[in-house]
């Protein structure tokens, strides 16, 4: 521990509101507990959930003020504590392990992590590469492979399949076997979809009888993964794509759907919350997440699955700028923000 300086630089809120609330904080160095591993941070990428905590709309998942957010992290281990067998001081980690109330986030220069939640970094990754991952990964898991089961041949529709969730379920699908689409709203997206794996790329604003008529020939989609959002109000578009039988799973429930489709074509309905572990100090469903985690970071290195990175290049001061940029809906893919040069 003698090389780990007491005190660290970090970007805190002390309260709810824009991306102005952020500020510089010099900040103790997080203890490391049993069962954690404190990371020298080198990266960590924007969700909406950390955008959505900061602004106070989901406010009670907020770490105690000050209060350091995110929880998508990529470093190297510089302290290992009690009953941590399966990591060792200098190990490249990547993972989702804070940024919510009872943790700490990876907006600062060290964090202590449940190692659990944590994996080897895929080798073939850039630090910023791999803090791109963890959230929307485990999530697109959990979605497709876990709730939705898809098998070989099934046709799958993606929506949002450029977002950070979408571009990876895209992915994920398409190794599943399934006959992948994926909506979005401009050709240049489009094509991005298709070259991550998509075997067609429509734009979401059609008419959902005439996509589902052009690519299931009316019978509707056998799974639809809606990794849309609040606001969209998209269940009811899900519903109405999906085939008899069908699987929906979506990230987000807010907003209101007739659930009459469901009855009518037997659909099974399914969300997905990942951070549920977390919140729970669920240990068990962390150590599912170091799990994924591990199995995807081989499924990087074989280049099965590869994250793309918006075309920006954030660093820890320019905080408030990344969250502004992905609140405006201007990015593609994942924002990412550096926080060691
Ligand atoms: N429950 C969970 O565990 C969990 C985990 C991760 C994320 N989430 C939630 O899931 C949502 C997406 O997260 P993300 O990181 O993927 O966000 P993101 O990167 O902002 O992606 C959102 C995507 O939604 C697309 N979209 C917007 N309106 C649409 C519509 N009407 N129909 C189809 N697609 C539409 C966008 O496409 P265009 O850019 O082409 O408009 C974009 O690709 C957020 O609300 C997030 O909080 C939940």
Same mark, same amino acid.
């Given at each position: 521990?003698?090389?780990?300086?007491?005190?660290?630089?970090?970007?805190?809120?002390?309260?709810?509101?824009?991306?102005?609330?952020? %500020?510089? @904080?010099? /900040?103790?160095?997080?203890?490391?507990? =049993?069962?954690?591993? &404190? #990371?020298?941070? $080198?990266?960590? !990428?924007?969700?909406?959930?950390?955008?959505?905590?900061?602004?106070?709309?989901?406010?009670?998942?907020?770490?105690?003020?000050?209060?350091?957010?995110?929880?998508?992290?990529?470093?190297?281990?510089?302290?290992?504590?009690?009953?941590?067998?399966?990591?060792?001081?200098?190990?490249?980690?990547?993972?989702?392990?804070?940024?919510?109330?009872?943790?700490?986030?990876?907006?600062?220069?060290?964090?202590?992590?449940?190692?659990?939640?944590?994996?080897?970094?895929?080798?073939?990754?850039?630090?910023? %590469?791999? @803090?791109? /991952?963890?959230?929307?990964?485990?999530? =697109?898991?959990?979605? &497709? #492979?876990?709730? $939705?089961?898809? !098998?070989?041949?099934?046709?799958?529709?993606?929506?949002?399949?450029?977002?950070?969730?979408?571009?990876?379920?895209?992915?994920?699908?398409?190794?599943?076997?399934?006959?992948?689409?994926?909506?979005?709203?401009?050709?240049?997206?489009?094509?991005?979809?298709?070259?991550?794996?998509?075997?067609?790329?429509?734009?979401?604003?059609?008419?959902?009888?005439?996509?589902?008529?052009?690519?299931?020939?009316?019978?509707?989609?056998?799974?639809?993964?809606?990794?849309?959002?609040?606001?969209?109000?998209?269940?009811?578009?899900?519903?109405?794509?999906?085939?008899?039988?069908?699987?929906?799973?979506?990230?987000?429930?807010?907003?209101?759907?007739?659930?009459?489709?469901?009855?009518?074509?037997?659909?099974?309905?399914?969300?997905?919350?990942?951070?549920?572990?977390?919140?729970?100090?669920?240990?068990?469903?962390?150590?599912?997440?170091?799990?994924?985690?591990?199995?995807?970071?081989?499924?990087?290195?074989?280049?099965?699955?590869?994250?793309?990175?918006?075309?920006?290049?954030?660093?820890?001061?320019?905080?408030?700028?990344?969250?502004?940029?992905?609140?405006?809906?201007?990015?593609?893919?994942?924002?990412?923000?550096?926080?060691?040069?």
């Amino acid at each position: 521990m003698s090389d780990i300086p007491e005190t660290m630089d970090a970007q805190v809120i002390r309260e709810h509101g824009d991306p102005e609330v952020f %500020e510089s @904080a010099t /900040l103790d160095v997080p203890e490391v507990d =049993a069962n954690e591993v &404190l #990371v020298e941070v $080198a990266a960590t !990428s924007v969700n909406p959930v950390d955008t959505k905590i900061r602004s106070g709309f989901a406010s009670g998942l907020c770490p105690d003020f000050p209060a350091v957010l995110h929880g998508d992290v990529a470093g190297e281990i510089v302290a290992v504590g009690e009953g941590v067998d399966e990591f060792a001081v200098g190990d490249e980690v990547y993972g989702c392990p804070g940024g919510l109330a009872g943790t700490t986030g990876a907006l600062a220069e060290y964090a202590a992590a449940d190692a659990a939640t944590l994996a080897h970094k895929p080798d073939s990754l850039s630090m910023r %590469e791999a @803090a791109a /991952l963890p959230l929307v990964t485990i999530t =697109a898991w959990d979605g &497709l #492979v876990t709730r $939705a089961d898809v !098998s070989p041949g099934e046709s799958v529709l993606v929506h949002g399949g450029t977002g950070g969730v979408g571009h990876v379920g895209v992915q994920i699908a398409s190794l599943e076997g399934g006959v992948v689409h994926a909506t979005a709203s401009t050709d240049e997206k489009r094509a991005l979809a298709e070259e991550l794996g998509a075997d067609h790329a429509f734009d979401y604003r059609r008419d959902v009888a005439d996509y589902t008529d052009e690519y299931t020939d009316g019978e509707g989609f056998d799974v639809v993964f809606d990794t849309v959002g609040a606001g969209a109000d998209n269940l009811g578009n899900d519903f109405a794509a999906a085939g008899v039988k069908g699987r929906v799973v979506t990230t987000v429930s807010r907003g209101e759907a007739d659930l009459d489709p469901v009855h009518s074509k037997g659909l099974s309905v399914d969300t997905v919350f990942m951070l549920l572990p977390l919140i729970h100090d669920d240990h068990a469903g962390r150590l599912r997440h170091g799990e994924i985690l591990d199995r995807v970071a081989t499924l990087v290195d074989e280049g099965d699955i590869v994250p793309h990175l918006d075309d920006t290049d954030y660093t820890l001061d320019e905080i408030g700028d990344a969250h502004r940029r992905l609140e405006a809906g201007e990015h593609v893919g994942k924002i990412t923000v550096r926080v060691k040069d």
